[in-house]
T-cell receptor, first 108, second 113 residues
Framework: GQSLEQPSEVTAVEGAIVQINCTYQTSGFYGLSWYQQHDGGAPTFLSYNALDGLEETGRFSSFLSRSDSYGYLLLQELQMKDSASYFCAVKGFQKLVFGTGTRLLVSP | DADVTQTPRNRITKTGKRIMLECSQTKGHDRMYWYRQDPGLGLRLIYYSFDVKDINKGEISDGYSVSRQAQAKFSLSLESAIPNQTALYFC????????????FGEGSRLTVL
């Protein structure tokens, strides 16, 4: 089976940098994805790491260490619109299994 | 128009009723999924399908059934709805390239009284 752990809530101020960690246990691992979901909306894809290292997309970066079964999402220059829930998800053999999500609250 | 369309968007029903949630997509993807979202529990996979002849159970398939009527259509049924099936349901699609990217519909909020 698969299990993922991520913090339930993180708070930060505008302009700051925040890191959301995700640890996982899985019997089959192909990669780690990150999704953003605003209240009342659908999850939207942010990034996917299949290999170790850092992937950067604008203000967002995602990191993976397969040997440590660990990844994180780094959000820089936080904006109010970044307030949302963030989910890590493990890609196994045929499916994507999601963590329970981290609610990010950005304050002025 | 949305690439992944779910109907209905909201539905209130009573215990014991049969409910069908429908999903259609214009992305041309082979793979389709149904997830359920509950507060604090994230997204849990109910069923998934990799083509019209392929149906697979996910983590929480009990009490649900699905039908893949065409490449573009994947419906979820609750044969006899119960209150603990009250949740937000998402349909999603992906291509077969294995990029880890799912494209979600806007969700169907189901309330079972």
């Amino acid at each position: 089976g698969q299990s993922l752990e991520q913090p339930s809530e993180v708070t930060a101020v505008e302009g700051a940098i925040v890191q959301i960690n995700c640890t996982y246990q899985t019997s089959g691992f192909y990669g780690l994805s990150w999704y953003q979901q605003h209240d009342g909306g659908a999850p939207t894809f942010l990034s996917y790491n299949a290999l170790d290292g850092l992937e950067e997309t604008g203000r967002f970066s995602s990191f993976l260490s397969r040997s440590d079964s660990y990844g994180y999402l780094l959000l820089q220059e936080l904006q109010m619109k970044d307030s949302a829930s963030y989910f890590c998800a493990v890609k196994g053999f045929q499916k994507l299994v999601f963590g329970t999500g981290t609610r990010l609250l950005v304050s002025p | 128009d949305a690439d992944v369309t779910q109907t209905p968007r909201n539905r209130i029903t009573k215990t014991g009723k049969r409910i069908m949630l429908e999903c259609s997509q214009t992305k041309g993807h082979d793979r389709m999924y149904w997830y359920r979202q509950d507060p604090g529990l994230g997204l849990r996979l109910i069923y998934y399908s990799f083509d019209v002849k392929d149906i697979n159970k996910g983590e929480i398939s009990d009490g649900y059934s699905v039908s893949r009527q065409a490449q573009a259509k994947f419906s979820l049924s609750l044969e006899s709805a119960i209150p603990n099936q009250t949740a937000l349901y998402f349909c999603a699609t992906s291509d077969s390239a294995g990029s880890g990217e799912l494209f979600f519909g806007e969700g169907s909020r189901l309330t079972v009284l």
